[in-house]
């Protein structure tokens, strides 16, 4: 490889962003949300509407009337992205990118095996740590595992396989994520022992999405965002104390949650909403058990505020079984009851 060569790569390297557009809608750049989401199909109290809002992230799914409101109790973990480009008989025909560089770890050729239909996972390593993009619903897959891609290569056409779309909400849904264990496999297997894995430890479960909205905008604003910083900067919403343990992936995969890096019997782990750790304070004795320290009283239910991870009254807030099963995928030991349904994130 020659000199020249290796300086034409650093230079691309410095002249790409964070993270870019996975396609070419780029709408949200121009105050258009509603031309950038694909919306849903809602049918909300005999009401039959179609929002935009419900193809963005965030708790934009299932309303329910709570306390004299109606509040959203369903975490969509990406983003559903419109297409620009259909054929004559209303195929889409938009090219789906890399959002940026990194090495594709998991490819789904396979539309029924999961509820993202065909997806690919391609992994990136910012500040030392890998993070994880994840592209579904796609029509036509033109990349392989192992392969290295420069932001903007091609991964794949947009499509509409996977769980309840049609031909005419076809669209890119886009996930930035964190990876919660690399035992995930031991966990599914104890979790879902009737429903075999698939996708190993890049199974949807186990990525774990954060605001792509918030991040593409920012990104656009100043390339060169620390994406440490922009997830330091998410919002507490609950901390759990658990013990200690070398199962605890999160902490070694990202060590910024730990900034003295200390080795403790017991950390303070705080969470956003949607249960994406945003730090770790170490603790002078373990509890022995995970433990709730705080959550944060919202407009609704603790369940409806944190995805059914915490739940109870008001003033006696609990970590609810599907908390529990959280915090044992996060700490790599096997957990408890399995919960109800099939193994599904979308």
């Given at each position: 490889?020659?000199?020249?060569?290796?300086?034409?790569?650093?230079?691309?390297?410095?002249?790409?962003?964070?993270?870019?557009?996975?396609?070419?809608?780029?709408?949200?750049?121009?105050?258009?949300?509603?031309?950038?989401?694909?919306?849903?199909?809602?049918?909300?109290?005999?009401?039959?509407?179609?929002?935009?809002?419900?193809?963005?992230?965030?708790?934009?799914?299932g309303p329910k009337r709570e306390g004299g409101k109606i509040h959203f109790r369903t975490l969509h973990e990406g983003i559903d992205i419109r297409p620009v480009r259909r054929d004559a008989s209303g195929e889409?025909?938009?090219?789906?990118?890399?959002a940026a560089s990194g090495k594709v770890v998991h490819v789904n050729p396979l539309p029924g095996a999961s509820n993202y239909g065909r997806y690919v996972v391609v992994e990136h390593i910012w500040n030392k740590s890998a993070y994880y993009t994840l592209y579904a619903h796609l029509g036509a897959i033109d990349v392989k595992t192992g392969q290295r891609l420069r932001q903007g290569e091609r991964i794949a056409r947009m499509g509409y396989t996977g769980a309840g779309i049609d031909r005419e909400r076809a669209h890119l849904h886009f996930e930035v994520c964190v990876m919660l264990n690399d035992r995930y496999e031991d966990w599914h297997a104890a979790v879902f022992?009737?429903?075999?894995?698939?996708?190993?430890?890049?199974?949807?479960?186990?990525l774990l999405g954060f605001?792509?909205?918030?991040?593409?905008?920012?990104?656009?604003?100043?390339?060169?965002?620390?994406?440490?910083?922009?997830?330091?900067?998410?919002?507490p919403w609950f901390r759990i104390a658990v013990p200690a343990s070398e199962g605890l992936f999160v902490l070694r995969a990202y060590p910024w949650l730990n900034e003295n890096g200390s080795n403790p019997p017991g950390w303070a782990i705080s969470f956003s909403r949607h249960g994406v750790p945003l730090a770790a304070e170490p603790l002078v004795q373990s509890p022995g058990e995970p433990t709730l320290l705080w959550v944060k009283n919202g407009d609704a239910s603790h369940a409806t505020m944190t995805r059914g991870l915490i739940e109870g009254e008001a003033e006696t807030p609990r970590i609810s079984d599907a908390g529990k099963r959280f915090l044992a995928l996060l700490a790599g030991v096997a957990p408890g009851s399995p919960p109800e349904g099939a193994a599904t994130k979308e």
């Amino acid at each position: 490889m020659t000199l020249p060569f290796l300086l034409a790569v650093a230079l691309l390297a410095d002249g790409e962003t964070l993270i870019d557009f996975p396609t070419e809608n780029r709408s949200l750049l121009e105050g258009k949300p509603e031309s950038f989401f694909m919306y849903v199909n809602r049918d909300f109290e005999g009401q039959l509407t179609q929002p935009w809002e419900g193809g963005g992230f965030g708790f934009v799914r299932g309303p329910k009337r709570e306390g004299g409101k109606i509040h959203f109790r369903t975490l969509h973990e990406g983003i559903d992205i419109r297409p620009v480009r259909r054929d004559a008989s209303g195929e889409p025909l938009d090219p789906v990118i890399a959002a940026a560089s990194g090495k594709v770890v998991h490819v789904n050729p396979l539309p029924g095996a999961s509820n993202y239909g065909r997806y690919v996972v391609v992994e990136h390593i910012w500040n030392k740590s890998a993070y994880y993009t994840l592209y579904a619903h796609l029509g036509a897959i033109d990349v392989k595992t192992g392969q290295r891609l420069r932001q903007g290569e091609r991964i794949a056409r947009m499509g509409y396989t996977g769980a309840g779309i049609d031909r005419e909400r076809a669209h890119l849904h886009f996930e930035v994520c964190v990876m919660l264990n690399d035992r995930y496999e031991d966990w599914h297997a104890a979790v879902f022992p009737d429903q075999p894995n698939k996708h190993g430890i890049y199974n949807g479960l186990n990525l774990l999405g954060f605001d792509p909205t918030r991040l593409l905008l920012e990104a656009a604003a100043n390339p060169k965002i620390d994406i440490t910083e922009y997830l330091r900067a998410g919002e507490p919403w609950f901390r759990i104390a658990v013990p200690a343990s070398e199962g605890l992936f999160v902490l070694r995969a990202y060590p910024w949650l730990n900034e003295n890096g200390s080795n403790p019997p017991g950390w303070a782990i705080s969470f956003s909403r949607h249960g994406v750790p945003l730090a770790a304070e170490p603790l002078v004795q373990s509890p022995g058990e995970p433990t709730l320290l705080w959550v944060k009283n919202g407009d609704a239910s603790h369940a409806t505020m944190t995805r059914g991870l915490i739940e109870g009254e008001a003033e006696t807030p609990r970590i609810s079984d599907a908390g529990k099963r959280f915090l044992a995928l996060l700490a790599g030991v096997a957990p408890g009851s399995p919960p109800e349904g099939a193994a599904t994130k979308e």
